[in-house]
């Protein structure tokens, strides 16, 4: 594994660990946060597979296309 594929899935796990542990907090859980840092490790997760997987050029452009400014 790369040092920044290592990295980003040591963060995602941080979210993940985050967000249990608030689901389970044994008074007045936040869930909030868990649904926060759920979607968090999904984020960070998703960015793992995109960044380590090779693209052909056409790929960039349908990812571009499909970005946070195009919603």
Request: proline residues 7%; charged residues 35%; glycine residues 6%.
């Amino acid at each position: 594994m790369k040092p920044e594929t290592a990295e980003w899935v040591e963060k995602a796990e941080g979210d993940f660990r985050t967000a249990r542990r608030e689901l389970f907090a044994p008074d007045s859980p936040n869930y909030d946060a868990v649904c926060f840092h759920t979607q968090q490790c999904a984020e960070k997760y998703f960015k793992i597979m995109l960044v380590g997987r090779p693209r052909r050029g056409h790929e960039h452009q349908a990812i571009r296309r499909t970005g946070p400014d195009r919603m």
